[in-house]
């Protein structure tokens, strides 16, 4: 009998430890599925050089053959013989390499990562839904779809992601699928143009309306006026000022009255990145060894793994294009062929507004604009949660766009202002997937500014090259016709004056073509100078990066490829050669312990460069923010004030410590006596350099900047394990080389024009997202050190080179 019991009791234990291992328990995933070792991760694991084998695929839904070379690191180069083709293929092979990272992303945009990880994302999800991300996909969606251009590219991209899940089995999913224990779904267009939302809310996302609003309430217009010019005292404008006009301008909307929006005591969180921003510069053949254009860009994003770019190209009659794309959106977005090259840094104007809102009664079924009340259109967000049952939430929009919040909560975003409407560009529908299509078949300056006309959002600074000898930069996206500064503050939502006027024309976004300097540049600062007749925001990031850039640029004679990519990664800080002098000259060495005196000794001694050893990096970085924020924390800071405000951009801050001792702004009003700036300085030097010591021991080598800085490139779900920490690397915000803790170069490219061009670019990863590959993060070495890989750009399939390895064909 005693032997049954047993016997039982071991059924039941192993059947409860086979339920326990093959089931969910709210977001703990089925172990046992994933260890297993017939469809657990270790069929993840990719045998060295397996896609270098010979190979012929038969996929549903190609019309003819196609073939495909890849070289030694794993880029596929497609040879179709029509567009759906070329496309599906791309969609298949990026599909092959990256499936999750497109698909998580999508979900991400769409507000539905709740599905994935449970009620903790509920908020987050909730967030992008009344953000309207999924709404201003449809928009853009319902353009491209309605081009039958676009529409072939769309479709086929996405039948050739569907073949590759349509082929797959549980055990050969992606490891984060296997991990996150969830399952990928049939690819949609709609995905697509997600992605590209997905990529303006990162780059166009950020509104001072509400903290600007709230200094104005609490200071007044004067100070306002003051301490947030409309343009700062330091610039180097994209397009030079006097720069000739080529069109007659449209008349400005008039200013209307003020309007004094409500203060709000919201407290910051959860906001895109301040710094995040690009390179990009071109000389022309008069500056060049060759006598033809050389093209660089380097985007600065967040870094990443599974890497933001996938690298690619494609050819097909008509076409043959080499560069990157945002993996699950068809076409190269940054690259060149055999006749031009392009990139892309990101504008940063003024496209998302907020207005103040009137509501008829607190039904909030009207509210009132241009003396009469209007209906509230309700969308009702359906939201799925792991676990849970479904949430419905109800989203209200006027003509303005989404209430983001329409009663009293606590925002998920900072710069969210409750009961306020949202306009916003990337809620306009474009057709930005024709643009990057006509770049890719561009033969000369005309095919460039035909391209830029379908563009829409993120606004971009398009940097062009040609074999013809044309050098040209394009500030280019939608942008609202307004009247000067109209949404640096909260709008009255009720008076149609304070409706967007129409759009500035495209044609006159700001451009130039083959300036007399011999080069064109964009490190997003303004687009143009005060002369430029339309107002396209006031904020944009400060002139030291791209100051620099073009004083390297002006004294390169007969440059080269490696010309540029040292420029790439110049890690000169112009703000600490303007003020670090000044710093100094605060404080006298004697006022210093001896424990401090040697810190001070260092910063006396050091170059400027943010170079990975530098000592004086990390001092003087560290020394400037804390003054910064003694200077500004008791006026402007949520904690002292109650309010959400910002602080001053950082011109006005420097001309403040270089001229103002006396300003009201340096004494901290909250303590009895009158601080100076020379106290403040000494007070926030040997906070710096008590700070590093208890983090890093007395002054030595370990104080290297690249210690202090601490650059991680982390998976793109935070997984644990599978990023890299501590990179060790130079660089820092408003530096060329702008590499900060989190974001830095997604891309370095340099293209060399000529009867065959000559390119060279690494991103910070590999080609393939899975962390069991060889090719997962194999070019981060060669990026960390500032290298760049030759870039092999085939003519034909068949053409021999020594690092291309076998072909696969591609059979209907």
Known sequence: MLRYVRAVLALLTTGALVWVLDTNHGEIPAFGRFLSPFQGFWRNGEAPGYFAREQTLTLPGLQQPVQVRFDDHRVPHIFAQNDHDLYYAQGYLTARDRLWQMEFQTHVAAGRISEIVGARALEYDRFQRRMGLPHGAEKSLAVMMADPTTRTVLTAYSAGVNAYIGALSPRDYPLEYKLLNYAPEPWKPLKCALLLQLMAWDLSGRSDDLRLSNALGKYGPA??????????????????????????????????????????????????????????????????????????????????????????????????????????????????????????TNVGGDVLDWYQLK?????????????????????????????????????????????????????????????????????????EVLTFYRLNRAHHYQDYAAALSTYAAPAQNFIFASRHNDVAIWPNGKFPLKWPAQGKFILDGSDPRHDWQGWIPQAQNPHVRN???????????????????????????????????????????????????????????????????????????????????????????????????????????LWYGQLVEAIWQDDFGPKATGLEMRYPPRDRTNNLILREDTSRWIDDHRTPARETLPQLALKTL??????????????GPKWAWSNQKSTDILHLARLPGFGHLDVDCGGGAAIVNATTERNGPSWRMVVALGPAPKAYGVFPGGQSGNPGSQYYDDLLETWRVGQLNELIYLTSPTQPHPRVAAAWQLKP
């Not at 510069?281 to 990443?304: C, E, K, M, V, Y």
């Not at 000044?582 to 910063?603: D, F, I």
């Open 686 to 699: 040997q906070l710096t350099t008590d700070s590093l010591t208890r983090k890093f021991g007395p002054l």
């Open 515 to 621: 300036p007399a300097r011999g080069f064109v540049s964009s490190a997003n600062q303004f687009p143009a100078g005060p002369d430029y007749p339309y107002y396209l925001g006031w904020n944009f990031a400060s002139y030291e990066r791209g100051h620099r850039i073009n004083q390297r640029l002006a004294q390169m004679t007969r440059a080269t490829p490696d010309s540029l990519r040292l420029l790439q990664t110049d890690n000169l800080n112009l703000n600490a050669q303007l003020m670090l002098p000044r710093l100094l000259q605060l404080v006298r060495s004697e006022q210093l312990t001896p424990a401090q005196r040697p810190a001070y000794e260092e910063l006396r001694r050091w170059n400027y460069f943010h170079d990975a050893a530098a000592v004086g990096a990390s001092i003087f970085d």
């Open 359 to 431: 509501f008829k009664d607190n039904r909030r079924q009207q509210y009132w604009h241009d003396g009469q009340w209007k209906p509230v259109r309700r969308v009702v967000e359906r939201i799925r949660v792991r676990g849970q049952a479904e949430r419905l939430d109800t989203v209200l929009y006027t003509h303005h766009g989404p209430v983001v919040y329409d009663h009293d909560e606590k925002p998920f975003n900072a710069q969210t202002p409750v009961r306020h409407a949202m306009r916003w560009t990337a809620h306009e529908g474009g057709n």
């Open 223 to 344: 100070v306002v006026r003051d301490l947030f010019p409309d343009y700062p005292t330091r610039e180097d404008p994209i397009v030079p000022a006097g720069t000739q006009l080529d069109y007659a301008p449209l008349k400005v909307p008039p200013v209307p009255t003020v309007f004094a929006a409500a203060a709000s005591d919201q407290v910051p969180q959860n906001e895109p990145a301040a710094d995040l921003g690009s390179n990009n510069f071109a000389l022309s053949g008069s500056r060049t060894a060759s006598g033809l254009p050389i093209l660089a860009n380097d985007p600065h994003l967040q870094l990443n793994l599974p890497s933001i770019w996938y690298q690619v190209q494609l050819v097909a009659p008509g076409v043959n294009v080499y560069g990157v794309t945002i993996p699950g959106a068809p076409t190269i977005i940054i690259g060149f062929n055999q006749e031009v090259a392009w990139g892309v």
